[in-house]
């Protein structure tokens, strides 16, 4: 359970970094040019928001990833630095 913990924070922290970096690489990269593309083109996946209306009690349920290449990078670079910290 420990370790499952572990990816878990691993997976989420990555995943902020890799936005950090996408959205600063965004200031700095013109938009429309091949790059702006490639730093934004990413994969959603997952269940979309459903909502149940019970009339007494409305329920929406959802969860959506979107990863992107900044987002890998994140997540790689922090299984590196968590590697580096457990050592």
Do not use: C, W
């Not at 890799?18 to 997952?46: C, D, F, R």
């Not at 909502?51 to 299984?79: C, P, Q, R, Y």
């Amino acid at each position: 359970m420990k370790n499952a913990l572990h990816v878990v924070v691993v997976v989420v922290v990555g995943s902020l970094l890799g936005m950090l970096i996408s959205k600063v690489l965004n200031i700095y990269v013109p938009a429309g040019g091949q790059l702006a593309g490639l730093i934004n083109t990413g994969i959603n996946t997952g269940l979309n928001p459903t909502t149940v209306d019970l009339n007494l009690v409305e329920v929406t349920a959802g969860l959506v990833f979107k990863f992107n290449l900044a987002s890998i990078a994140g997540i790689f670079l922090a299984a590196v630095v968590y590697k580096q910290l457990v050592k």
